[in-house]
């Protein structure tokens, strides 16, 4: 059982079960909603994920359609994102899981976006675009 939670520490969670590989994305939509040249995610089964205080305090941006970004409404730590496309999984933000994660970047998508000033590191495949399914 791994716990996480945003900044203020008003949204708690636990996940259950192993982690995956992070999952790192360059494009433009996630540069702007980390202030970040990426974000990391972690993709997991929407049942692993448990809120264990402040579910009440998460607020939801649609940034293109049927995308949607959770982030804490008091200090404004992303937390997740969900697609409607995949109703039964979610991308929670690695960085707000607590501890060493013992897991590593399994690939990297749109770094045909990534910014000039942080190289892309190559310790795993580049996609230009979005990774392949």
């Known amino acids: ?3 996480g939670a945003c900044l203020c520490g ?4 636990e996940v259950a ?3 995956p590989d992070i999952q790192a994305c360059h494009c433009r939509s996630c540069q702007k909603a980390q202030g970040a040249a990426f974000v990391a995610v972690l993709p997991i089964a929407k049942a692993d994920l448990r809120f264990t205080a402040g579910e009440d305090l998460l607020a939801a941006f649609e940034s293109s359609p049927g ?4 982030f804490c ?5 992303p937390i997740l994102s969900r697609a409607a496309a995949l109703p039964d999984r979610v991308r929670l933000r690695a960085g707000a899981v ?3 994660l013992g897991v590593k970047i399994a690939s990297h998508a749109y770094t045909g976006e990534a910014v000039d000033w942080c ?3 190559q310790d795993a495949p580049h996609y230009p675009g979005a990774r392949p399914a």
């Open 10 to 13: 008003g949204v708690r969670f």
């Open 1 to 3: 059982m791994r716990r």
């Open 73 to 77: 409404k008091v200090c404004g730590s």
């Open 98 to 100: 607590e501890g060493p």
């Open 67 to 70: 995308k949607q970004r959770l």
């Open 119 to 121: 190289a892309v590191a």
């Open 17 to 19: 079960g192993d982690l």
